[in-house]
């Protein structure tokens, strides 16, 4: 039905090639998925199957892009119109900025079916009731009449999914349809996604960074890279007999229990104890309106012991960084006590405070926002340096170049300003600046979830091997099993501000004792757990 | 929705309190005797004293500024000084002729500027983008007097099309009226549609890049109703608060175009009271400006959530 | 990013223009006095009203006084005066803002109280009435027209304060161990400053735009000396007889509130590409 020839898109037409001589077939009702890391060309390849691509990028003259053998990359803009939406839908990453903020789910719901399929009102009333009833939205009259910043990102992205679906269309681009979410709405936006097309037997294109979350889901991918398709097949088979080497690396960046057991009962005395910490965002009360004080940590016990990695896990809102960021020192807790190395952290911010929190260190997510744009690399990673007095300014230089190398990272870059690096580079400073004064406590909240896979594997074993050269204790947050999976000795499982299960690693993901435990990993498309079901097969057993 | 306008409302309250006591206190400061200016040249000391104290100026302060607020309230701004009129009546008056040629000025100046920004916007670094841009900037960098001016002397001078100075009220002779206020209005809206162009092009560009843009158009929508019903709202949210604020400076700022073409706006009334130390009127004027300012921009601000709904959260 | 940004043909020509006008005003106002032909105040009562000659290059004025040098001598008043309002407002603005955002709760609740009590007033009319209690003087547009931009200045720098110390790169360095004062010195400031450098560069344009509003209604810089607002002032009467008088400060003022919108435009282009 879909068969793309020899597509390539160029900056101008005569610019820099983003995608290059790509070509794969989409059959009627198939799956296919494009896999690839940023800056591989997989979302401009979608999106020049509509004509959608934002200036400058063009297709170039000899790109053929056959829908039921006419070629959209021909066709005039009328002709595009009559296909774009009614015969080919379109759903997008960012939940959040998708649909339109100014314009009602009704309205934004109907517009397809008035221009494509001429109903009345209430028959385009009832279709939309009935397609979200489908999704399993409450109430769902009171929905049409709702905008969409009342809804979470997860609703919104089932929203704009039985939007595109209410017309039927033969096939379906999904463009990173559930990267933006939790792992449990994720898989839930998924299984909708497959649900809805089965019903219709509209074909889907799923464009995705995430090898694992596909295996589960599509037969067929195209590996992409810098533009070009380096291997196209089954998605078993690519899984389990890469041929190119750039496959090879991502199904090796894909996360894999780390061998050799984890190391959680290996050591004894605790570093940090949190007893009974709570932490509450005050509402706030105005005249007319009042903001509910909201609790973010409810009671939480925890023992970190030195030179462990101890990853807290949970949903987004779960408290897990706001427990991370209390520990050293960024929010003060309502009630309870943190100390470290026995003593108790008082939260004044004076000097004595200081001093105690120069033994830890945090790693934050966007190594974007993390540096500071003003400061060359090497002040950045001497930084914290400058607080010990007994370091002159040579012996701080040396320190600085020792890190880097230890890091990773060439000494060309000491000169250079955090906007001439790579993430994954930035990400590599940020840890240098966190070991600079060999703390012995690292928190690392989320590090490694802004990155590609591949980068992300190399982050992973950079913190791991520092941490068996430095012996430094690690809290790693992160709401992503697969990472967690890769570098943690215990696991302690946040919901609602409350620690629901810890427990060694391997206890945990084996295991899991708590029900939302188990529905976490049910829902992480880990690839250890490839065959533990496809997505019908999880249907099935369900039924 | 309802307590949002609740909430608005309430918080204008202590602003407006706050700009009275900003316009009393500079009242204040300003060098000269108030009382001795009223009595003139000849007036005897004692007579001054006297009128000190039937003018309240002998209490404190504090009293003296809640005598005057209650007055306020009560419609009383006081007597001019200069000709002894009730100060309000004499406001009224002149906001009506201000009024008329700012509102007119910026409707069409809105009505022009916000669809040449936003197609300009729509067709980026296009000869008609880089027309509105370059057209913008010009009218932004060119004071509005001086265009006046330039305009009375071109059409009025040279042409002889249109009346230079004076003014005619509407309610007198409604073709006489338009007449002389062409060149004024026609003077705001130039300089005014620069700002505004300029807005609309800026937030229309910020939209036109967002994903439901994208997804408008892989709907099928034509890129018209791409842009009339999904873009213009969003992008026209900003420049409505920018389009308020316009209105409400140029109740003060008209004082120089009613210089040039010697219309008895307020504007006008202001500078003439401050000419003649006429407190009463300076400190009227000023007090009535900034109300208007404020409760214009207090429409913008309950208007808005129909643009944006998000605001209203 | 800052090098594609210079790539933009617009924003080439913007900086191009928008330096050179700059760079014509600074010299002129330095070194005006010694360029101009005659003294601004000189009078020469039979070359009244007279259009461009030999002896007057641009013409003379009502009272044959050189409009050359009555312009040369405007641009280093109006220059002046936009250079030290700037000051003027950036330094006690930048001030209140930082006080408000560094360190918040009722000193920040009062500045801002008060701030946005003067921003409630539209900025002419507040330096309007400054003007009526200080008194029209060279001197006094300044502190008027300081006083009438300086919550702009406030709202700016708060702003950007509150925002930059959300930054994770700030939390970085409080986790550090770095104390209050050190974070914002050398972490916020130094991130405040583009938007500031911006802003003064916009306020410059408004300033000269205001102040020669005000020597257009008397209330700015007051006769004899010159100014181009009160150069169209005085020379409204004779409109029909000596237009020159009319369309020269006119001009100059239009071509360097032009420069300087562009020189802003390139400034914030290339200090913020995202605009």
Known sequence: ?543 | MVRFILTRLASAVPTLILVSVAVFVMMRFIPGDPAALMLGDLAKPGQVEAMRRQMGLDQPLAVQYLIWIGNVLTGDFGHSIANGQKVLPLILDRFAVSSVIVLLAVLVASAIAVPAGMLAAWKQDSLGDIGVVATSTILLSIPSFWLGLMLMMIFGLYLGWLPIVGYVPFSKDFGHAALYVILPVVTLVLVESGPIARMARASAIEVSRLEYITHARAKGLSESAVIWRHAFKNAFAPTLTLIGFVLGSLLAGIAVIETVFTIPGLGRLLVDAIYARDYPVVQGTMLFVAFIYVVVNLIVDMVYPLLDPRVTA | MSARALARPGLKFNAVFGVTVTALLILLAVAGPWMAPYDPLKLDLPARLSGPSAAHLLGADEFGRDVLSRLASGARTSAWIAFATVIFALVAGTVFGVLAGFLRGWTDRLIMMVNDAFLAFPGLLLALGLMAVIGASRDGIIVALGLAYMPIVVRVVRAAVMSIREREYVEASRVMGNSEFITMARHVLPNCVAPIIVLATTMFGWIILSESALSFLGLGVPPPAPSWGNMLSTARPYISQAPHLIILPGLCISITLLGINMLGDALRDWLDPKM
């Open chain 1, 1 to 543: 039905m879909l068969s793309v020839r020899n597509l390539s898109i160029s900056v101008g037409p005569a610019g820099k090639r983003v995608v290059d001589d790509l070509s794969f077939d989409l059959a009627s009702g198939d799956m296919l998925a494009l896999v690839g890391e940023s800056g591989s060309g997989k979302t401009m390849a979608a999106r020049s199957v509509l004509a959608l691509l934002p200036p400058p990028l063009v297709t170039t003259p000899d790109s053929a892009i056959l829908f039921d053998g006419q070629n959209l990359a021909r066709l005039a803009p009328q002709g595009l119109r009559a296909i774009r939406g009614a015969e080919i839908g379109m759903v997008f990453q960012e939940p959040m900025v998708s649909l339109n903020p100014a314009i009602t789910i009704g309205e934004q719901m109907a517009e397809g079916l008035r221009l494509h399929r001429r109903m009345a009102r209430a028959e385009i009333r009832d279709r939309s009731l009935a397609m979200l009833e489908r999704i399993r939205i409450k109430d769902p009259g009171k929905c049409l009449a709702a905008y969409p910043h009342e809804f979470s990102g997860g609703m919104r992205q089932r929203i704009m999914l039985a939007s595109v679906m209410l017309l039927k269309p033969r096939l379906l681009i999904a463009d990173e349809p559930t990267t933006a979410l939790d792992t449990l709405v994720q898989r839930d936006v998924l299984d909708l996604m497959v649900e809805l097309t089965r019903e219709n037997g509209t074909a889907v294109l799923l464009i995705s960074h995430d090898l694992g979350m596909v295996s589960h889901y599509v037969r067929d991918v195209v590996v992409m890279r810098e533009g070009k398709a380096v291997e196209q097949g089954n998605s078993t088979e690519v899984l389990h007999a890469p041929r190119h080497e750039y496959t090879r690396r991502l199904v090796d960046a894909l996360p894999k229990r780390s061998a050799g057991g984890s190391r959680g009962t290996v050591s004894g005395e605790p570093l940090v104890e949190i007893s009974d910490v709570v932490i509450d965002y005050p509402g706030r009360r105005r005249l007319f309106a009042r903001t509910e004080p909201k609790r973010a940590v409810d009671g939480v016990d925890l023992t970190i012991r030195r030179g462990e990695t101890l990853a807290l896990v949970g949903a987004s809102g779960s408290g897990k960084t706001t427990l991370g960021r209390a520990i050293v020192g960024l929010i003060k807790p309502s009630s309870g006590t943190i100390s470290f190395l026995g003593k108790t952290i008082a939260n004044n911010g004076g000097a004595d405070a200081r001093a105690l929190r120069r033994d830890m260190q945090i790693v934050f997510q966007d190594p974007y926002s993390s540096l500071d744009p003003r400061q060359r690399i090497a002040d950045i990673v001497a930084e914290p340096l400058k607080l010990d007095a007994g370091m002159d300014r040579r012996q701080r230089t040396a320190r600085v170049e020792d890190i880097f190398e230890e890091v990773g990272l060439t000494r060309e870059l000491l000169q250079r300003f955090p906007h001439q690096l790579s993430g994954g580079q930035r990400q590599r400073v940020a840890i240098a600046r966190a070991i600079a004064r060999r703390p012995a406590f690292v928190v690392a909240d989320e590090p490694v979830s802004a990155l590609d896979m591949t980068v992300q594997k190399q982050i992973l074993l950079l913190i791991r091997s520092l941490q068996a050269r430095y012996g430094f204790a690690c809290l790693f947050v992160s709401h992503d099993l697969g990472a967690v999976e890769q570098v943690a000795d215990r696991v302690a499982v946040m919901q609602d501000g409350r620690i629901v299960e810890i427990g060694d690693r391997d206890a945990v993901f084996d295991n899991p004792r708590h029900a939302y435990t188990r529905s976490l990993l049910d829902a992480a498309m880990l690839i250890d757990r490839r065959f533990a079901g496809s997505a019908d097969a999880r249907r099935a057993a369900a039924q």
